[in-house]
């Protein structure tokens, strides 16, 4: 395979050296399976052949003696900022393909491992992440937020407590960070949200016993009124103005006008789209089955005409081949699911932008609220809303009757004896 990216014969012995040598060729397979173009894969596996004559040098002469460690020490010894970068990630192509990590990519800090309350403190978060998905029954998104909340937290009180171990930390010392919060933070939602993340992190080092006392307590509560703002949302008209805007002759055109229309006409979840596979489309009854939602509870939504012709014309003459069974796909490499939030988010920023619209605010959730308030205008009840958005509880969907002031104005009574 190698030889069909690089065409020197003296190119292709010098890529063959070291304890990636036998490697290598399996490596650019897999980039070009995964859609990276020739320029691209030349790029990384010069790099990695790099790599493999640098840990040559060091004595490593077998693919079991790779490890991140090495990767790391590589990876500083390059000059530019920039080269790091793509080193980082094509080394870490490299180590998915030897089993050394997971799906995710690279990003481990150099002497992360070198200091011993860094150490401690990373078998503290990665079992609290295993906690927090075995026993809580947390999403992945959910746990992420709070394993970085952790994370930095942790961070926080060892460099305030400095030599002494996590155990004696004491009340003033979580008051102090609650304070650090309270002066970096501007948005009271997102301060809200990090003292209840504190919280629950305090209750897994009591319930662990890292700590010596129960400092839950210590934590201060934080005012927040639940629906006391009005959901941000786009008027109809520009929601359906940006849909058209799309063009919609390229694959990647096809793909972002039927996931907008999802959004829109169905008030599905990033997540929910996102994990949307093909066998859950039923296209003879016009519904989508979205079978792993935020609740845990499978439910069944109506496909419009328009989004289900929209959504056939991506499958049939948009889509990448691909062996994923999920609808929506990365069109760029690696080719495969859209598995970040901030990815969708994104394309949706990017065509709101196209028609001029640079909301403070946009993702996927700007075009549920947006479907949100439209039904709610149109008078439809709030429970056909709560049921079309998944909600399980009805009040979470109450927030958008403060946008329905003109049927609220219709329902108010006059005051008896008083001309209406």
């Given at each position: 395979?190698?030889?069909?990216?690089?065409?020197?014969?003296?190119?292709?012995?010098?890529?063959?050296?070291?304890?990636?040598?036998?490697?290598?060729?399996?490596?650019?397979?897999?980039?070009?399976?995964?859609?990276?173009?020739?320029?691209?894969?030349?790029?990384?596996?010069?790099?990695?052949?790099?790599?493999?004559?640098?840990?040559?040098?060091?004595?490593?002469?077998?693919?079991?003696?790779?490890?991140?460690?090495?990767?790391?020490?590589?990876?500083?010894?390059?000059?530019?900022?920039?080269?790091?970068?793509?080193?980082?990630?094509?080394?870490?192509?490299?180590?998915?393909?030897?089993?050394?990590?997971?799906?995710?990519?690279?990003?481990?800090?150099?002497?992360?491992?070198?200091?011993?309350?860094?150490?401690?403190?990373?078998?503290?978060?990665?079992?609290?992440?295993?906690?927090?998905?075995?026993?809580?029954?947390?999403?992945?998104?959910?746990?992420?937020?709070?394993?970085?909340?952790?994370?930095?937290?942790?961070?926080?009180?060892?460099?305030?407590?400095?030599?002494?171990?996590?155990?004696?930390?004491?009340?003033?010392?979580?008051?102090?960070?609650?304070?650090?919060?309270?002066?970096?933070?501007?948005?009271?939602?997102?301060?809200?949200?990090?003292?209840?993340?504190?919280?629950?992190?305090?209750?897994?080092?009591?319930?662990?016993?890292?700590?010596?006392?129960?400092?839950?307590?210590?934590?201060?509560?934080?005012?927040?009124?639940?629906?006391?703002?009005?959901?941000?949302?786009?008027?109809?008209?520009?929601?359906?103005?940006?849909?058209?805007?799309?063009?919609?002759?390229?694959?990647?055109?096809?793909?972002?006008?039927?996931?907008?229309?999802?959004?829109?006409?169905?008030?599905?979840?990033?997540?929910?789209?996102?994990?949307?596979?093909?066998?859950?489309?039923?296209?003879?009854?016009?519904?989508?089955?979205?079978?792993?939602?935020?609740?845990?509870?499978?439910?069944?939504?109506?496909?419009?005409?328009?989004?289900?012709?929209?959504?056939?014309?991506?499958?049939?003459?948009?889509?990448?081949?691909?062996?994923?069974?999920?609808?929506?796909?990365?069109?760029?490499?690696?080719v495969g699911p859209l598995r970040l939030s901030s990815?969708?988010?994104?394309?949706?920023?990017?065509?709101?932008?196209?028609?001029?619209?640079?909301?403070?605010?946009?993702?996927?959730?700007?075009?549920?609220?947006?479907?949100?308030?439209?039904?709610?205008?149109?008078?439809?009840?709030?429970?056909?809303?709560?049921?079309?958005?998944?909600?399980?509880?009805?009040?979470?969907?109450?927030?958008?009757?403060?946008?329905?002031?003109?049927?609220?104005?219709?329902?108010?009574?006059?005051?008896?004896?008083?001309?209406?």
């Amino acid at each position: 395979m190698l030889e069909s990216t690089f065409k020197y014969p003296a190119v292709l012995r010098r890529m063959r050296v070291g304890p990636l040598a036998g490697k290598i060729d399996a490596i650019d397979e897999e980039l070009a399976r995964l859609g990276y173009a020739r320029a691209t894969r030349r790029r990384y596996l010069s790099l990695i052949a790099t790599f493999s004559r640098y840990a040559l040098r060091r004595g490593r002469t077998q693919p079991e003696s790779v490890d991140s460690r090495l990767v790391e020490r590589f990876i500083l010894s390059v000059g530019a900022v920039g080269t790091r970068s793509i080193a980082r990630t094509a080394l870490g192509h490299v180590l998915r393909h030897l089993g050394r990590l997971g799906p995710g990519p690279f990003r481990r800090k150099a002497g992360e491992q070198d200091r011993p309350s860094g150490a401690r403190d990373a078998l503290i978060v990665r079992a609290y992440g295993t906690y927090l998905r075995d026993v809580r029954g947390l999403q992945p998104r959910s746990i992420d937020e709070l394993v970085l909340h952790a994370r930095r937290a942790l961070r926080w009180f060892r460099s305030r407590i400095s030599g002494r171990p996590l155990r004696t930390l004491r009340g003033e010392d979580v008051l102090a960070f609650v304070g650090h919060l309270a002066a970096t933070t501007a948005v009271r939602a997102t301060m809200f949200a990090a003292v209840s993340h504190l919280r629950d992190l305090l209750r897994f080092l009591c319930g662990q016993r890292a700590l010596r006392r129960d400092l839950v307590r210590v934590v201060p509560p934080v005012p927040h009124w639940q629906h006391s703002q009005v959901p941000r949302h786009l008027e109809w008209g520009e929601v359906r103005a940006t849909i058209a805007s799309i063009d919609s002759t390229t694959p990647v055109g096809k793909r972002d006008r039927a996931m907008l229309l999802l959004f829109a006409t169905t008030g599905l979840r990033s997540q929910e789209v996102r994990r949307l596979e093909v066998g859950d489309i039923d296209w003879p009854a016009a519904k989508l089955h979205i079978r792993r939602t935020k609740s845990r509870r499978e439910r069944v939504v109506p496909l419009t005409a328009e989004a289900g012709r929209a959504l056939a014309e991506y499958i049939l003459h948009g889509r990448p081949a691909n062996a994923s069974a999920s609808v929506f796909l990365r069109h760029t490499a690696p080719v495969g699911p859209l598995r970040l939030s901030s990815t969708v988010a994104a394309i949706v920023r990017r065509r709101l932008k196209a028609r001029g619209h640079r909301p403070a605010w946009a993702g996927a959730h700007l075009l549920r609220h947006s479907l949100a308030t439209r039904l709610v205008q149109q008078g439809r009840s709030i429970k056909e809303v709560a049921d079309l958005l998944g909600h399980r509880q009805i009040d979470t969907t109450a927030i958008y009757i403060k946008v329905a002031l003109p049927q609220l104005a219709r329902v108010a009574l006059p005051f008896p004896g008083v001309d209406s």
